[in-house]
Structures are given as C-alpha cells and as structure tokens.
C-alpha cells in the first residue's frame, strides 16, 4: 500500500464503516434502555419531583422541600408498618428459605420417590396469584364461613382466630411461604445441579455420610444462590403489599390502612389524596430496602470470599 493512504496514515480518522459498526450494538440496546427509562428511571425521578411539594385545595401547589420526609420520620403510622414488615422479614424470611433449602436437598438427594412430581407439586402454588392465594387462605381461615370455623363446629373445638390483630401477621406469613418456598427451592436446587461430581466422589472415598456431605459440600458451593434468594425475600417483604390488601375486608380491625408501609402509601395516595406524601413514603421505602438488599450482599460476598 502507497505511504501516505488513509490505511498507513496514523493520524488519518477511522473509516466510516468502523463507525457504522460501533452503533450496531447501540441500535440493539437503545430499545431496552428506551423501556427502563420510560417504565424506571422516569417514575423514580418524578416520584422524588412529587415528594418535594405540598398541594391542597386552598393554595394549590407549593414547594416545601423535605417538609414531607420531616413528616413522615415523625409519623408513628409509617413507622408502625416500617416495624412490623421489619418483624415479618426477620420471622418469615428465615423460615422460608430454610423449608426450600431442606427440599431441594431432598430432591437433590436421589433418594425421594416422586421426585419429579413432588418438585412440581411444591412449585405449584407459585404460579397461584397473590390474590387468589390471598382470598383461598382468607377463606380457610374465617372461623364464621371457612375451614377453621367448620372444624370448629365439626369436632367442637375453640381453635383461634387466624385473622385476629395477634395471628394475622403470622397468618400471612404463612401465605407468603406457601406461595414462594417453591420458587426458592428452584433457585437452590438449579445451584446444587452445577457443583462438580468431583467433590461428591472425593467426600465418599473420604468416608464421609451424608450430613457431612451437606455442610461441608452443597451448602457452601450454594453460598451465591442463597444471598440471592434471601435479597429477593428481603425486598419482597418491604414490598409486602398484596395479601394484608385483600385480607383486609376479611379482617378489618386487625389491619389498618397503614398495616404495611406500601399499604400505607396506597392508602395515603387513593384514599387520602395525599399523593406527595405517599410518594414520599415510597421513596424512602426505596432507599430502606436497597441499603438493606446492599447490606445484606456485601456481608454474603464476604463470606464467600
């Protein structure tokens, strides 16, 4: 090639098909980042927009800065919900990932019957809509109408009831759990089909039994999908919306509107008409649980480090 053409020349600027090429990959991603802005990043920042201003009948709209996050540290409602979610997740979390942790083992095993039916059986119910389990629990537990009641009458027991202020945060704990310990047992039993059969084979010229096996082997090689399972709980219970929502009608003195803090902020923006405040409330249930989910990843990347 002649010195001097645009090929030898350093200094020469690139071709225009190099140029083309580097907007190839543009062109496949502009249409995913055109839906996360519209669909996340847009609500997001009018969200924060919303929660800097005040509006009223008399007065319109006005700027008030962070008057409404003041506001809601000073609120015992928001921070009633705030606690009582926090109560949930440190009960109901644990207990959930345990039961998956202890079914995939099981179904990991090779020794359970049925195992390809029993999978399916305890994936079941999370296909089951949040209302519908919601309202098909709601019924078993009404102690007039449901399961619990005609118990009572068939056998003349006093069983409790399950939708009373002191049981209704356990019953819908109980709900969650039956809806998501199957989607929990697949995360872990995906995790457990991908550890090298090398290390199995290892542990059992070592001698070791079965147990040994589990604590020393699957559980630890593991480590990545459990910290995942739990920041999915840990946000799925800050988002804790769908079951007191619907179980509420069912139970109207023992859940208030502000029973959860997304409740809360429904109930605030709907019903009150006090949309800066509720989106107030969602922001900083934003902020809680992603400093939380932050926590809780740094402490389990540690661990495996």
Known sequence: ???????????????????????TGWWFLGPFMLVFVLVFIAPVVYSVYLSLFHTQMVGGTTFVGFDNYARAFTDGAFWAGLIRVGLF?????PIMLAISLLMALAVDSGRLYGRDFFRISIFMPYAVPAV???????????????LVGNLNDFFGWNLPNLLSPDLVLLSIGNIVTWEFVGYNMLIFYAALRVVPASLYEAAAIDGAGQWRVVAAIKIPAIRGALVVATIFSIIGSFQLFNEPAILQ??????????????????????????????????IIMGVVTMIVAYVVQLRGMNKEA
Do not use: E, H
Not at 1 to 23: E, I, L, Y
Not at 89 to 93: A, E, K, R, W
Not at 264 to 273: I, N, R, T, W
């Open 1 to 23: 090639m002649p010195p001097g053409s645009p090929a030898s020349d350093p200094g020469a600027p690139p071709r225009a098909k190099s140029t083309r090429g580097c907007w």
């Open 132 to 146: 519908v389990a919601s309202l098909m629990w709601g019924f078993m537990y009404g102690t007039r109408f449901g």
């Open 249 to 282: 009608s069912l139970a109207p003195n023992a859940i208030s509107s502000s029973f959860t803090p997304n409740l809360y902020a429904y109930s605030l923006s709907f019903a009150g008409q006090q949309q800066n405040y509720s989106a107030t409330i969602a």
């Open 89 to 93: 997740l440190l009960i109901q979390v």
